[in-house]
Every structure is written in C-alpha cells, then in structure tokens.
C-alpha cells in the first residue's frame, strides 16, 4: 500500500468521529479552500445551488489564499486584498473576558453567541448557508478559548438548519488542546476536518481534509455523471511528506505526547496564571498547551497602550531577551510550546515573561 493510502487510512483511524475520506493538501489555506469547492460542489450536486454561503467568525484563522483568506475574521488579511469574497460571513468571535457583557454568565455569553448565528441564518436565508467554520480553540486570533457550553449551542443551531460543521484542527489537531483533537476536548462532532502542522510536525509540508459520507456521497454520485473531480495539486499526498507525517505519527503515539500534553498542561496552564497579579496582566487563558497573556495598561478599563499592539511587540522582544520566543498577536502574548516541554521549561518560559513585564513596567 502506498505511504500516502496509509496515511489516509491512519488519520481515519484517529479521526474522533467516523469519517469516510481523505483528500490531501500542502498547507491549511489550500486545506481550507478546498473544503469550500468541495462544500459548493456538493451543494450542486444536491440540486440546492443556492447553498453555497458560508460562516466563519470574527477573529478566527484559517489561511491566506483568496477564499481562506476570506474564511479568516482579521482586517490585515481582509483590507486592501478586497476581501471577504461574496458569500463568506463572519459572526460572533467568542471571546468571554473581552465580548461578555456587565452580568451575563459564561454560559448566558455561549448562549448570545449561538443567538446572533441563528439571527445570522435566519437574515440570510437557511436555504443558502452551505456550512459554518471554527477552530475548536482559535489560535491566530488570539486563542481565544470557547466560553463553557459553547461548542454544543453552536452545534444545536447547525444541527437545526441542516448545515455542515467544519472543524480547523490546524493548530489544536494531534495534541495540542490535551487530547488528539481539539474536537474531542469540546464535543465537536465535524463533518469536515482540516488538519496541517503537527500532522508532520511541519518537518515537511502537508495537510489534508478528513470528509465523512455526508459530504462525500454527493459528490462522488456526481463526479461519476459529470466526470473527474477537478480539483488537487500536483504535490498533494507527497510520497515523501506522507512518509515523514507517518513516522512523525508514530513518534507522538511511542512518546506518548498526547498524553504528557495532558499531564503537563495543569502546570503550564497554572503557572501561567500566577501572571494575573502583575499589574499589566488582564487576562491569562488557554487550555492544554496553548494559552495567552492579555496585556493591560489598566485592568477595569482592559486597554492597552496606544496604538494597539505595541504593548505586546514591547513586551515580546523583552522577554525574547531573556531567551523565550513567545509570538505577539494583538494586544496577547501568544504561548505555544513543543509538546515535549517539561516543568522546569514551564519555570523558564513563565520566569522570562515575567521578567520582560517587569522591564516594561519600569518604563511606563
Ligand atoms: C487554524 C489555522 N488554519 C489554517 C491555517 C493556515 O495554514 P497555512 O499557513 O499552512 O496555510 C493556520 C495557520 O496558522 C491556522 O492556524
């Protein structure tokens, strides 16, 4: 069997719900831009073709070609690209501590959220929304962490409207959230995933699309009257990233990193959170081993320094001073380290960051 069949036959075997195919991909934005021709051709071959609209939301990433680029919620890969592409809608971004309002609970925010999906369908027309997207944590955005009750009021409101669910496992897939998938963290039950990075631990580049056979059947019943599907790269399913994506499976299943991601992320994640007394701290949040700092001039106001996201690009070349590369995303100190980190990293990463806060305190 070629390297390429199995994998596609490994990742069926991991995927958290049962899924029918495998397509293959270089990258997550040609993962993600797939997912829509396949969305819009199914849609066509159910004879519904005006299902074709999407939801993404504010703040969430998957990609930077045309049509991912138009899934992602972020001005910078919007403005002066003429972007979002018609089609593409963008609801509610999730984000509790920023988006909550005086008195509502996490759960009444989760709530809020699935409302305005469901006032979105409706303004629309239930008829024409082929699909909606998520991270099951956003990542370029800012990780934002779903507030509780998230996932399943989303799914409630898709299930009633007969609407695909696209699960990005971009960055949560292979262990990042604690458990294989991000999906299985939160309940999300997909009928599409993308997956990249980890997948080969982007020692080679390759994605892929895990489809099950809701999606799948049309469009096979289809291409079969029509002829081929037209669609694919001519690296897709690269013998030799397929091969590096195998092993690299086989080294997370022997080391168990899944697992220790687990087992680690109670420290990583507390630790983190002894950040919260600093005086320029509003928020520490993340689940497993991807978190985030929000960084704050004033806590009650939670505003930063002027202009916006020059307090984290300060900040982070403090702390990359003190040897830790963290990312700066917006106001955020964005933290996502190799599965592999043990405590005494933990201390490392968490002393650094403090460090470099202190610093930039003392010159405020
Ligand atoms: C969730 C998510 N989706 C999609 C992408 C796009 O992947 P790529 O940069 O490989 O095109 C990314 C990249 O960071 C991502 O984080």
């Known amino acids: 069997m070629s390297r390429r069949s199995r994998l596609a036959e490994k990742l069926i075997g991991m995927a958290p719900v049962k899924m ?17 021709k396949l969305v819009r051709y199914r849609s066509n071959a159910l004879g519904q ?27 910078n890969n919007h403005r002066a690209f003429d972007l979002p592409m018609e089609g593409i809608l963008h609801t509610t971004c999730p984000h509790y501590w920023r988006e909550g309002q005086e008195g509502e609970s996490e759960e009444e925010f989760a709530s809020r959220c699935a409302a305005d999906l469901e006032a979105m369908i409706q303004a629309e027309g239930p008829e024409t929304i082929a699909a909606f997207i ?14 509780k009750t998230y996932w399943e009021k989303i799914q409630a409101v898709l299930k009633k409207y007969d609407i695909l669910l696209v699960a990005d496992e971009v960055i949560c897939g292979f262990g ?4 294989t998938f991000g999906c299985e963290t939160y309940g999300i039950e997909p009928d599409i995933m993308t997956v990249s990075k980890a997948l080969s631990s982007s020692y080679l580049p390759i994605s892929a699309l895990l489809i099950n056979d809701r999606v799948y059947q049309p469009v096979a019943d289809q291409s079969s009257e029509i002829g081929t599907f037209g669609h694919g ?17 086989a080294i997370i299943e022997e080391k168990r990193l899944v697992e220790h991601a687990a087992e680690i992320a109670p420290y990583f994640q507390g630790q983190l959170r002894t950040l919260l007394d600093h005086p320029l701290v509003g928020e520490v949040r993340g ?14 106001a939670k505003v930063a320094m002027q202009p916006p996201g020059s307090m984290a690009a300060a900040a982070f070349a403090l702390v990359q001073k003190n040897g830790v590369i963290l990312r700066a995303i917006g106001d955020c100190l964005a933290f996502c380290p190799p599965l592999i980190v043990e405590k005494d990293h933990v201390d490392a990463i968490v002393g650094a960051t403090r460090a470099g806060l202190d610093e930039l305190q003392s010159t405020l």
């Open 176 to 179: 990042r959230t604690g458990r």
């Open 287 to 300: 689940v497993g081993l991807i978190a985030a700092v929000e960084l704050v001039t004033d806590k009650q």
């Open 134 to 147: 998520g991270e099951p944590v956003m990542g370029a955005g800012g990780v934002i962490v779903p507030p």
């Open 20 to 36: 029918s195919k495998v397509y293959f991909t270089n990258s997550g934005s040609e993962a993600n831009d797939t997912m829509i």
């Open 49 to 75: 073709p005006q299902k074709k609209k999407i939801i993404s939301r504010i703040k969430g990433y998957h990609g930077v070609t045309l049509a991912s680029a138009s899934l992602t919620g972020l001005p």
């Open 233 to 249: 790269y001519t690296a897709s399913g690269h013998p030799v990233a397929a091969a590096v994506a195998l092993e690299n499976l």
